[in-house]
């Protein structure tokens, strides 16, 4: 007779949620996949970019190629230029991308009859990433009145040391800011409408150009490239 299973055993891994007619239902497991594919290409994109044409102005400054006042410009507004510009590319790729249980597709007329998947163009990878980046910035700022404000009354209050109360604003910050997009991601962007295509998540096999998935209600999503 087998014996019960004890509390020390490890619990098998589950698949994501997946229905049987081929739609998915979005999680914050899937946005959290989806935020890192879109992070770590923004980040080591632009951080190399950043770091050759800051390195390029500079070697240009000290040959009075460029002014100092040019060269201060560069350098400060060239890491938020670059970051939001190759986070298009990011997105654009992320669309583009099948995860390991999952693949994102765009669908004209969803909930139709009618129901098509749409080819994820840049332009459509724009407005996507439009909604990605100021939902995110709004979310961010909700959650510094709502956190980091009673947070530095606290620290004002306690008074645990410049050192302690830099690494806790850190670690706080850090955890807002991951709160912010994971949200933005969840709750605006899987599964929303952005004007004439829907952002639906389905098994990685399918949601390519010219194939085929069951729409939730039943119906058949056919292929269509045009924007």
Same mark, same amino acid.
Request: aromatic letters at 16%; hydrophobic letters at 45%; glycine letters at 10%.
């Given at each position: 007779m087998p014996s019960p299973p004890s509390m020390f055993d490890a619990p098998r891994a589950t698949p994501l949620a997946e229905s049987?007619? &081929?739609?998915?239902?979005? @999680?914050?497991?899937?946005?959290?996949?989806?935020?890192?594919?879109?992070?770590w290409r923004t980040t080591l994109v632009s951080g190399l970019l950043t770091f050759g044409i800051d390195f390029y102005a500079r070697k240009s400054y000290e040959n009075m190629g460029i002014t100092a006042a040019s060269y201060l410009l560069i350098a400060r507004y060239t890491p938020y230029v670059l970051n939001y510009a190759v986070a298009v590319g990011a997105v654009y790729f992320v669309l583009h991308k099948a995860f390991r249980h999952f693949r994102i597709v765009l669908s004209k007329n969803w909930g139709t009859p009618d129901a098509q998947i749409l080819e994820p163009t840049l332009l459509r990878s724009i407005r996507i990433?439009?909604?990605? @980046?100021?939902? @995110?910035?709004?979310y961010t700022l909700l959650g510094y009145v709502v956190v980091l404000l009673p947070l530095s009354w606290f620290v004002m209050l306690f008074n645990p040391g410049a050192t302690a109360a830099t690494l806790l604003f850190g670690f706080v910050g850090f955890l807002n800011g991951g709160a912010a997009v994971l949200f933005a991601i969840h709750s605006n962007i899987l599964?929303?409408?952005? &004007?004439?295509?829907?952002?639906?998540?389905?098994?990685? @096999?399918?949601?390519?150009?010219? &194939?085929?998935?069951?729409?939730?209600? &039943?119906?058949?999503?056919?292929?269509?490239?045009s924007i």
């Open positions: 049987a007619d &081929g739609y998915i239902q979005p @999680t914050f497991a899937h946005a959290l996949r989806i935020w890192w594919a879109i992070f990433w439009w909604t990605y @980046t100021w939902r @995110t910035l709004v599964d929303e409408d952005f &004007g004439n295509f829907h952002v639906a998540i389905v098994p990685r @096999t399918v949601g390519v150009p010219g &194939g085929e998935i069951a729409h939730p209600a &039943g119906t058949p999503l056919k292929s269509d490239a």
